[in-house]
């Protein structure tokens, strides 16, 4: 899929997305001229033939993020806040992550490190991956097919990254590669899960449990008196588990 080019976001927050200016773009409400396309700005307004008229975006990282393709279950926005928050992964961070799944964590670490590499055992996610790491032109992520159990390629990683059903077989390859002072972060959406990776981890003398959390977000209506968390909610998703490489 190409990048998205352009957003175009009617008065109601409805948007749509454009991916090619060098045809006619339809929607529901008309169709907009590919010259006007082109030749439009961010903050300048569009008007389809039949007069409806739509703002133009610049296509931001989040925007975009909206429209990536879903094949297994991806990690919430408010969990990948917490690993930023949490690790200070930033511009000069190598990171590594599994399992890829969609690339949604990838993708977010891609947009905020200076390089990620995504191990995924599944082939058929991998090329899901890959398309939404196309599509969202991301230069710096890596997606290798293969299984993180067996061993992580990279060495002086600043944070591993886990998503994936036994995060405890990946302590051993997780640290090897990581740099002193990176971390581990394994997200599970089970305590079990947990147990057995901090056993995993207390084991290893290289490593420091720093602690596990649940982040809890509550959404609100805001409709004239009707002010309230809104009756449906996230649920669960899962466990953060942050550990440290505190010496070799
Ligand atoms: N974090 C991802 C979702 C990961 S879902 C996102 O935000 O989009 C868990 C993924 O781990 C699945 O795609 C599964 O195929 C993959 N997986 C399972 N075992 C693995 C292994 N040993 N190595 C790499 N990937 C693995």
Not at 76 to 102: H, L, M, Y
Not at 239 to 245: E, G, I, M, P, S
Request: charged share 25%.
């Amino acid at each position: 899929m190409e990048p998205i080019k352009k957003i175009l976001v009617a008065e109601d927050g409805k948007k749509f997305y454009v991916r090619s200016i060098k045809e006619d773009f339809h929607t529901q409400f008309g169709f907009i001229g590919k010259e006007a396309l082109a030749r439009a700005k961010p903050g300048g307004m569009l008007k389809t033939n039949t007069g409806k008229e739509l703002f133009v975006f610049p296509p931001s990282f989040i925007d975009s993020y909206w429209k990536i393709k879903r094949a297994p279950q991806i990690i919430p926005r408010k969990d990948v806040a917490a690993i930023v928050a949490e690790t200070g992964v930033g511009k000069d961070s190598v990171v590594v992550d599994a399992g890829t799944g969609s690339g949604a964590l990838a993708l977010f670490l891609g947009n905020i490190a200076k390089k990620v590499v995504t191990y995924e055992i599944r082939e058929d996610f991998a090329k899901v991956a890959a398309e939404n790491v196309a599509a969202m032109g991301m230069k710096n992520v890596t997606i290798k097919n293969k299984s993180i159990y067996d061993g992580i390629d990279e060495k002086n990683v600043d944070v591993v990254c886990l998503d994936l059903p036994e995060p405890w077989k990946a302590v051993g390859p997780a640290t090897e590669a990581l740099k002193i002072g990176g971390f581990i972060v394994s997200y599970s959406p089970t305590i079990p899960q947990v147990s057995d990776f901090i056993s995993a981890a207390a084991k290893n003398k290289s490593l420091l449990l720093i602690k596990t959390i649940e982040i809890i977000e509550r959404e609100w209506e805001f409709n004239d008196r009707i002010v309230r968390p809104l009756s449906q909610q996230i649920g669960h998703s899962g466990f953060l588990t942050f550990v440290r490489k505190i010496r070799k």
